[in-house]
């Protein structure tokens, strides 16, 4: 970190000197200028000269609050910039010091119920005298089958039986192929809940979520007699490992030896039995989670699903969109992103998935807007403490506002840095509640609201997608304060 700042100064410093030319000879064109009026009219101009010497002192004070803004403003953007760097280190370095998010976009696919059925084909052909006379086989008309048969058991193959009967016109070869075939079954209820809590780790990592996925799933043998029926539930895509993977079967815990096609149950199920299903597992992911309903055109029986987040969050184009939603909006804890959304459905024939996206994903998205509004906030607590003292005719003097903007700015750079170390919103905290104490030991308490206001500016996009909204709020609360005393002031003038 300190490698980077010193290099981010370097280069600011390199800048700024790269300005020295063009700003010495706009100097040098304005004394020229000035020696051009005084050979012209000498009176005016010591007259010019006296007015400015006698206020040049009172001038060059209010220089020091404006170096400390550039200044301020110059520090931050180093900050933001070395931020910025380590971040991009971190994520292209091939070892850390720190565990990552084991999961990404997590996907989970629909479960598929269906029940075994066997299905008899048969085939035979008439092989001429002369064709088998040719062959030479004598008699062992085995020998024949190697070129006769069309594969051997297989997975779906539950009995094979091939044969030779010999006839007065030749010889006439039969096969039967007893056939287990997956006829599918429509699920009874679907009771899928999904709680998903966001994590913002400190040291610039990616943010991510824990999950929790429970579902209760419920079939039924369609067929008035006893069945082989299979569930099959497969594995989420994207969700690295998972962790307390239970399946229970009617009560009974099941556990897949083989686990490539998902988890896997088979078992018989008397006529028209109900089989209940409980699936429950925690994973980590990150960005956003969908729930395939499958990729044909499903019929859905009834359909619940709930998804609970602590994050706002979007919704997919062309996906289904939540049939109820609480939280989110101006609701109480949006500002958190706190909400439930609902998917509840029946009897619907629909190939469309489910696909959540979150907001405020991108941790060094959301500190590169931090870093870019720092300095403005500087510059925004030098003009609004001196509204303020302007409102409310309080003495400011050059000195104190300088080292009140100063001790903001180190602040603000504080908070920076202890993101590296704690989560963003911790470390912002309190790089403004340091910034706001320094600024308040410089000016004193009377303008402790200007600092406040001008330093909430950065903590709004800690808010996920509601910065717009609170940056208006912002500005329009601090114009009713500026405002409001400015009338009372009027109004007892007038009194």
Known sequence: MVQTAVQVFWNAMEGLLSLARPLGLLLGVGLLALLLLGLLDRERFRAGLGWLGARLPGLGRWALPALAVGAGMGGLGVVRQATDLRLATQQSARYANAADADGGQTVQAAPRASFLEETTYTRSFLLPRSVYTQINVDGE?????????????????KDLSEGFIQQQNGLVYTREV???TDKPVNLDTSTVQTDLRFVDPAGGRGSYYNALFRA???FTNPNPDARTMR?????PNGSGTLSDFRLTVNGKEFRAADLVDGSIWEGEVAGRAAVKVNVTY?????????????GRREAIQKFDLTVRADRPAKFQRYSLFPTSRSGGGLAPGSLSGEQTLRWSLSDVITAQDVSVVFTGGSLRETLAKIGAVRPLAILAAALLALAWAWTRRLPLAPLPLAGGLLGLALGLALGGVLGFYLPVWAAETLGVIAGVALGVYALGTRFTAPLLLAAALPLVFLSGGHASLLLVLLATGTLVLLAARRVRVGAARAG
């Open 231 to 235: 569930f099959a539930f497969p594995l």
């Open 178 to 180: 007893t056939l287990l």
């Open 282 to 294: 925690r994973n980590q992911g990150a960005r956003s989670w969908s729930y395939q309903l499958g």
């Open 141 to 157: 008309w085995e020998r024949l089958l190697p070129y006769l048969g069309g594969g051997g058991p297989g997975p779906s193959v």
């Open 216 to 218: 209760d799933y419920a």
